[in-house]
């Protein structure tokens, strides 16, 4: 029996409970190089800020049409949220937030946050809980989220084993809703012990935005198309 | 079996020193990212029947390819730079100069990016065959393709290159200039006619299509990617064995003096997990006139000798099983006019081919892999005959 357990270890991982799928309803191709995370504008919920890697933040309209845009200036923002009427956009490759009136893109002022890790492996999504007045940065590998204060002081450090790897959050239906570009798939967490609720697959080509918009749809950036994507999450 | 088991779990115990393996420093403005990797393996050539080796095992043994440390830079405005090292090669350089194969240092470059045209200046890897542009980490195995290895093109040189992608990545264009005399020039080689070498590549894709020759995403959509590319290079003598050096006259070193102009097509595709490559690369190498070469090309009736050759692969990764198996098969003709004729009068040429088996097994989530690679080399067609040793190489790559 024991020769034979390579072989049925084999099949049991191939036999896997395979993740479901979600079918876009939506989908528009961008004029934005390299979108990587996206969130909703505070003054029109049907709005949405979404950065880019090559140093641009733009507001677009509900299907994705660019309104306005930052002007390039060499940042690589990864991720963006917005609290109080401010922008809080992240540059990936030089560890810093900064923090933009949402009114004209200004910059009021820069947050520098210290983390080791692999240049491109930083900081790839943000989210602002105003129950708990708290941010939460995930890191995506190793998988991680860093919780800071209103003031940007980092209060706790959580190495997440339970995922491979983590390319933004969004916070809807008292739930975390973590994206993996790698395995594109989303996933529905608790967020009291971050234990995985649901999960679905994306047939998205690097997916690495997510929010939701106000009629609880989701809403996924795609990198590498540079498209936005909308799904509806199927009751349970 | 249960030792086996055993060591599978103990790698897994080691995930968590897997974690912070790159550094960056950063004061928000500039960063500075410290990385490397270390392969190493052992070899194995069986010899064969009528090998020229023979008695020779030499090359039966532990090795060392690489031990390189890299840091790149990143200035808030767009400017980048990258230097790396092969420490590995250090010493070899130091006793043979003139080895373009094992030149120390690997990039030292500087580019601007911008919204209009990036700028990349320095030393640096040529836009020229994926197989050669492909970093060694990311592909499956521990050798490269024979026409790929940096012995008939170089694969580095110094120079300036712009380039720039449309359409979200999907079209990505490059064109530069270098000084035609490739890793040697870091060797204090040049060539007396002074003139540089140009070069071009063209690449296409549904999606933006990165250098990796695994699906290690398993994408659940299907992106391919069609790719051309050529240089032009004129000089009085060339480096390497690309040159027709001893194509015609064995044992009498023929230096190429003259043109070359390479060019070379290729094709890629991913998806679930599978993924496949396609390329040739061919050169065309034009004599000066009334050069030695020229005066047997005239015998030929032609102005110039080619060589080169084509290579596919297949490749299949499975996240569960944290593998992944490829097999390539690679032909290279070192000339159109050098080899014998079957005896039905088809010319043979002289053709090294080899099918090569690679498996990996990735013991760390992105850090430690156990790489098994074996070159089957095929018989020539006119002598039936291996015209190299088969080789075995089993050993890791770490990044860190």
Known sequence: ?236 | MKKIYAFIYMLTLLAPIATFAQFTFSNGNNSLELSGYVIGFYQYRPQFTGDPNAGNYKKNTFDLDDARFNMKGFVKGGLKFEIEINFADIIPFATTPTDQTAIPLTEANVVYMNPYLNVKAGYFKLPFSPSSMMDKIPSPYLARATMASGTYFSRRDAGVMVFKDFWHQRINIYAGICSGDGELILAGVNDKNGKPEYFGRIEISNAYYRQEELDRRNLSRPIARLGADIRYNEKTTFSGDGTGVNVFSTGNDMILDGRKLSYGADAAFMWHGFSAQFEMDWMNNYAAPGSPLAEQLNHYNTKFFKDGGFLVQANYYNKLLRSAVAVRYDEFNPSDLAGSYSQNGTFLGEQQRTVTFAYNFFALPTNLTLKFHYALRLKQPDIAQKWKEDEMRIGFQYTF
């Open chain 1, 1 to 236: 029996m024991q020769k034979y357990f390579p072989i049925i270890l084999l099949l049991l991982m191939c036999s896997v409970k395979k993740t479901p799928n979600l079918k876009p309803y939506f989908h528009h191709e961008l004029s934005i190089d390299e979108p990587s995370d996206i969130c909703l504008t505070s003054a029109n919920p049907g709005h949405y800020y979404i950065v880019s890697n090559r140093g641009s933040i733009a507001e677009t309209d509900s299907n994705g049409k660019v309104v306005r845009h930052t002007q390039w200036d060499g940042s690589d923002y990864e991720a963006i949220c917005t609290k109080d009427n401010m922008i809080y956009a992240v540059d990936e490759s030089m560890r810093r937030i900064d923090i933009m009136d949402e009114s004209n893109f200004k910059l009021k002022k820069s947050v520098y946050l210290n983390y080791t890790g692999a240049r491109n492996k930083g900081i790839e999504g943000l989210i602002y809980l105003p129950d708990q007045k708290k941010f939460i940065a995930v890191i995506e590998k190793p998988a991680m989220l860093i919780e800071m204060n209103e003031q940007l002081q980092v209060t706790s450090q959580t190495l997440m084993k339970q995922f491979f790897e983590l390319s933004s959050i969004t916070y809807h239906d008292h739930f975390l809703w973590l994206l993996g570009d790698e395995n594109h798939e989303v996933m529905k967490v608790n967020p009291d012990d971050y234990t995985i609720v649901q999960r679905w697959s994306l047939p998205v080509v690097n997916p690495e935005g997510i929010c939701f918009d106000a009629s609880g749809n989701l809403l996924i950036v795609s990198d590498d198309m540079a498209t936005l994507f909308k799904f509806r999450i199927p009751n349970p």
